[in-house]
Nanobody, 126 residues
Framework: QVQLVESGGGLVQAGGSLRLSCAAS????????MGWFRQAPGKEREFVAA????????YYTDSVKGRFTISRDNTVNTAYLQMNSLKPEDTAVYYC???????????????????WGQGIQVTVST
């Protein structure tokens, strides 16, 4: 069975940093696009970032460009989201996602998701 297990969330002050990790299993990680969505209270679920299987293609939503960095390590089946210069508006539940096709990153950007993690809370205080 597919599993996407997020870790690294928590509480941080505005301007600080967090690094989210997503440990993946149950599918061929090296052939899948990986990404992150988030959902703040009272808001729709929002695309954050995606990365292709070989890290050659990366997408970010405009609000996180220059602050967040998505990456992956195919040797340990893990995707990451480094979040710097965090703002209170980044507060949300963050979900790891995968799309198991060669164009997975592009599909994730457009909202086509094969599997979702359970989500992990990120809270940025003022």
């Amino acid at each position: 069975q597919v599993q996407l297990v997020e870790s690294g969330g928590g509480l941080v002050q505005a301007g600080g940093s967090l690094r989210l990790s997503c440990a993946a299993s149950g599918f061929t990680f090296s052939q899948a696009g990986m990404g992150w969505f988030r959902q703040a209270p009272g808001k729709e679920r929002e695309f954050v970032a995606a990365i292709s299987w070989g890290s050659n293609t990366i997408y970010y939503t405009d609000s996180v460009k220059g602050r967040f960095t998505i990456s992956r390590d195919n040797t340990v089946n893990t995707a990451y989201l480094q979040m710097n210069s965090l703002k209170p508006e980044d507060t949300a539940v963050y979900y790891c996602v995968c799309q198991k096709t060669p164009l997975g990153a592009r599909k994730l950007q457009s909202g086509q998701v094969d599997h979702w993690g359970q989500g992990i809370q990120v809270t940025v205080s003022t």
